[in-house]
């Protein structure tokens, strides 16, 4: 799979974010941000694939935008 679009990286439990987003930086992610709280780092990358194999990634999945209808009621 090959893209250049945005990516998620998510840091799978008892690995630090910091050190994962070094190791996808070496693999070849170009990283734009590391949101240590909730474990996920945020960049571009030609070859995901490549960083499903770092040590510490639980999942690597596209960057896409979400938008609430607010016209629809909330929870109860």
């Not at 990516?7 to 910091?18: E, F, K």
Request: charged share 25%.
């Amino acid at each position: 799979m090959s893209t250049t679009g945005r990516l998620l990286v998510s840091v799978a439990d008892g690995h630090v974010a910091d050190d994962v987003a070094r190791a996808c930086a070496a693999a070849g992610l170009q990283v734009e941000k590391v949101l240590t709280g909730v474990g996920v780092v945020v960049g571009t990358c030609e070859d995901p694939d490549a960083l499903r194999a770092v040590t510490g990634v639980a999942a690597v999945e596209p960057d896409r935008e979400v938008h609430l209808d607010r016209d629809q009621p909330g929870p109860a």
